[in-house]
T-cell receptor, first 114, second 115 residues
Framework: AQSVTQPDIHITVSEGASLELRCNYS??????LFWYVQSPGQGLQLLLK??????LVQGIKGFEAEFKRSQSSFNLRKPSVHWSDAAEYFC????????????FGGGTRVLVKP | DVKVTQSSRYLVKRTGEKVFLECVQD?????MFWYRQDPGLGLRLIYF???????EKGDIPEGYSVSREKKERFSLILESASTNQTSMYLC??????????????FGNGTRLTVT
């Protein structure tokens, strides 16, 4: 069965500083990987996705993520954080062999200091 | 823009009550999903539906059932609500072009409290 681990429950970062959120997955075959963001009181919004090809994926709001097969990781990065990036971030994995189901990580809550 | 609408933002119900959570999407998506979200546990899949009148159990279906009589509507039913079903419930939908490539579109959630 597929699984996703987000090791950091909370991260606090200063506005303008860089941000990296970790995501490790467990799955035997090639996964499909996603990052979603949830702002307070909102549903989840897709930031970016990886299926194949270039392992560095660009998303919305200035985010990018890098797929590293050897490390089973799909870390999310942003070079310079804005106060509006304060939210909860979820990594998710899906796979053809797993049918239509996505498995989500536990989430990382990002706090942005002025 | 895809819109997934959950009928209630907040619900308070008593133990033992039958509870209906409604979700409607306006983009003719084939797949629909119900997740519950709990702190530290992320989103866990309760049930999903490939298409009208079709349903599949997710990872935590116990205590829940679903109904999909029309393509745009997917209902989650708590037959007899219990306090451990207090949670945030999120509905999502997805178009099937190549289903694994299509992102999920989420509603804003229903926060259910069972007392």
């Amino acid at each position: 069965a597929q699984s996703v681990t987000q090791p950091d429950i909370h991260i606090t970062v200063s506005e303008g500083a860089s941000l990296e959120l970790r995501c490790n997955y467990s799955y035997g075959a090639t996964p499909y990987l996603f990052w979603y963001v949830q702002s307070p009181g909102q549903g989840l919004q897709l930031l970016l996705k990886y299926f194949s090809g270039d392992t560095l994926v660009q998303g919305i709001k200035g985010f990018e993520a890098e797929f590293k097969r050897s490390q089973s990781s799909f870390n999310l990065r942003k070079p310079s954080v804005h106060w509006s990036d304060a939210a909860e971030y979820f990594c998710a994995v899906g796979a053809e062999a797993a049918g239509n189901k996505l498995t989500f990580g536990g989430g990382t809550r990002v706090l942005v200091k002025p | 823009d895809v819109k997934v609408t959950q009928s209630s933002r907040y619900l308070v119900k008593r133990t033992g009550e039958k509870v209906f959570l409604e979700c409607v999407q306006d983009m003719d998506h084939e797949n629909m999903f119900w997740y519950r979200q709990d702190p530290g546990l992320g989103l866990r899949l309760i049930y999903f539906s490939y298409d009208v009148k079709m349903k599949e159990k997710g990872d935590i279906p116990e205590g829940y059932s679903v109904s999909r009589e029309k393509k745009e509507r997917f209902s989650l039913i708590l037959e007899s609500a219990s306090t451990n079903q207090t949670s945030m419930y999120l509905c999502a939908s997805r178009r099937v072009l190549s289903s694994y490539n299509s992102p999920l579109h989420f509603g804003n959630g229903t926060r259910l409290t069972v007392t």
